[in-house]
């Protein structure tokens, strides 16, 4: 019983010296910065002095009970330094893992193959780690890092994954930008050309352009020994964006296709086969100007309907021809809807022979772009004719028919002394206005149908009568008219004093009104008794 309370108490003695120990506290200081050098060797020499200490004090005592406390004082003590032996631990995991990390990045920068060093820098660091480790160990201790140690090779791992995805997307997204840059500039300029060689050229371009991509992505990711089914499918991923770039500027170029059918039509209607000006003149033919134009507008509607990036065969432009044309018009604009087909082909979202999802622009879709493309191209087309009729008068040496009966009639010099004095041009037009007048009135067509002597006679018989009641009815609407204007005139100053003139008719005398309306009729009657007179009366034979 008294070793029992006694080893007790000696090795409750040995716990409290060992915690108020000044190296202890020092060391358990340092350990909370960072790792110590010898930490093992130093702790096991502390607790070991303790140790030592209580061994000798309790020599005396039975065995059983002094071995007892003494497993319950190292038990004591190894729990009052584990925490700073773990932390030691960990400052040697963090060490590890940050070191690794850096050799790993500067060997990647540096061009290194990866998988190389990824297994270089791995064993060098988990050396490194077990190397700390068992600086750290404690020799009254059996404590085993290997947790520790498991779980600094997963963050390894981890980081390594991670570091390798990191630089296989930078060398994809290299590889991506590479291939754009060579498609994208080349496949726009492909589609604005839209010959009929347009789709075998970018399939040639694109075969030519992903494979020199691809040997540079099987070059950069040869140093980290991807496995032939992963290397595969990042190959295939490549091969498939080549054919997204292909596809995208198809359709940026797609929405543009009407005014790039315009710039076509405009290119080939308004310059010749050397890139010259077209001068409408006489000896050009805008018929066939026109139907070049458009026929060049159609192919490349047609080149740009679809995509063609497999080797299909299509009819497209067959379609197109001849649902859309099949001649052209009096003003040079092709006849729309003119094939003998019963049915329409562009009625449809889909062209025959090609996958819905090749489809860049659909049959309907082609037969408004061509309809809006009519409309907007007729004035081109009519400003040419224009032009071209405009440059035919001019080129013209001829005068007009006018003149040149004139000249067969009156011959040059007459013509001439016309043309100096343009009061002659009047007399003959008031002379031909009389002569109009006399036909009307001497029915020279109707006189002639009883013969050409009775029409003779006829006509001479009224000819000097017809030509007086002309002179009558002219010199009639002349007073007429210098009437009307009189009467207009008075109207207008009566108006202008309507109260005086009111007052001056109050005042006039009627039996002087009455007198003059009298002699008014008067005159009127005798008028129209000398008309009476004055007409000529048809002779009856």
């Known amino acids: ?68 406390k003494r497993q319950q004082m190292v038990t004591e003590s190894l729990n009052l330094v584990y925490p700073a032996y773990k932390a030691m631990v960990e400052h040697i995991h963090s060490k590890s893992l940050k070191r690794f990390k850096k050799e790993l990045e500067e060997a990647v920068k540096n061009g290194e193959g990866f998988a190389f060093a ?23 201790a059996s404590w085993d890092p290997s947790k520790s140690r ?29 291939l754009t840059k060579a498609l994208a500039e080349a496949v726009s300029s492909f589609l604005e050309s839209a010959s009929p060689d347009t789709w075998p050229s970018i399939r040639k371009l694109l075969k030519n352009e992903t494979e020199i991509a691809v040997l540079n992505f099987k070059s950069a ?74 026929s060049a507008s159609l192919k490349l509607l047609a080149v740009m309907a679809a995509l063609r990036l497999d080797e299909k065969p299509d009819n497209i432009e067959a379609t197109l021809s001849s649902a859309l044309t099949d001649g052209i018009g009096a003003t040079g604009s092709l006849l729309e809807g003119s094939s003998s087909s019963s049915v329409n082909p562009l009625v449809s979202n889909t062209w025959e022979g090609v996958s ?60 001439m002394a016309l043309l100096r004095n343009p009061i002659y041009i009047g007399v003959i037009f008031v002379l031909y206005l009389l002569g109009k007048a006399l036909f009307v009135q001497l029915d020279i067509p109707g006189e002639f149908r009883h013969g050409f002597l009775s029409g003779i006679l006829s006509l001479s018989a009224k ?10 009815r002219l010199a009639d609407e002349g007073q007429k008219f210098s009437g009307s204007e009189a009467s207009s005139n008075t109207t207008i100053l009566r108006s202008e004093n309507y109260g005086a003139g009111v007052k001056d008719v109050q005042l006039q005398d009627p039996a002087r009104s009455s007198s003059r309306s009298s002699s008014v009729e008067g005159v009127e009657s005798s008028r129209s008794i000398r008309h009476r007179q004055s007409s000529p009366v048809k002779a009856t034979y």
């Open 1 to 68: 019983m008294v070793a029992t309370v006694r080893c007790e108490e000696i090795a409750k003695e040995k716990v409290d010296h060992l915690t108020n120990d000044e190296d202890w506290h020092e060391l358990e200081k340092e350990v909370q910065s960072g790792p110590i050098p010898g930490f093992g060797k130093k702790l096991s020499t502390i607790l070991d002095t303790y140790f030592s200490s209580y061994d000798m004090e309790v020599v005396y005592f039975e065995e059983s009970v002094r071995t007892k």
């Open 118 to 140: 990824l297994r270089q820098y791995t064993e060098s660091c988990m050396a490194e780690f077990d190397q700390g480790c068992s600086d750290a160990k404690i020799e009254q």
């Open 150 to 178: 498991e779980k600094l090779k997963q963050e390894i791992d981890a980081y390594a994954t991670s570091l390798c995805a990191t630089q296989l997307s930078e060398i994809r997204s290299k590889s991506e930008a590479q």
């Open 221 to 294: 990711i040869a140093g980290f020994e991807i496995d032939d089914e992963t290397s595969n499918e990042l190959v295939e991923s490549l091969k498939d964006y080549g054919r997204s770039v292909v596809e995208k500027k198809a359709r940026e170029e797609a929405g543009q296709v009407l005014i790039r059918m315009k710039d076509r039509f405009s290119i080939v209607f308004s310059h010749d086969n050397e890139s010259m000006p077209r001068v409408w003149n006489g000896k050009v033919d805008i018929r066939a100007i026109t139907k070049d134009a458009r």
């Open 356 to 415: 819905p999802s090749d489809v860049l622009i659909t049959p309907v879709q082609c037969k408004s772009l061509w309809r809006q493309f009519k409309s907007e191209t007729e004035f081109t087309v009519g400003q040419a004719l224009a032009a071209q009729e405009a440059n035919r008068r001019s080129e013209s040496w001829l005068p007009p028919p006018w003149v040149i009966v004139a000249l067969v009639v009156l011959g040059f010099n007459e013509f």
């Open 463 to 472: 000819f000097l009568p017809t030509i007086m009641a002309l002179l009558k």
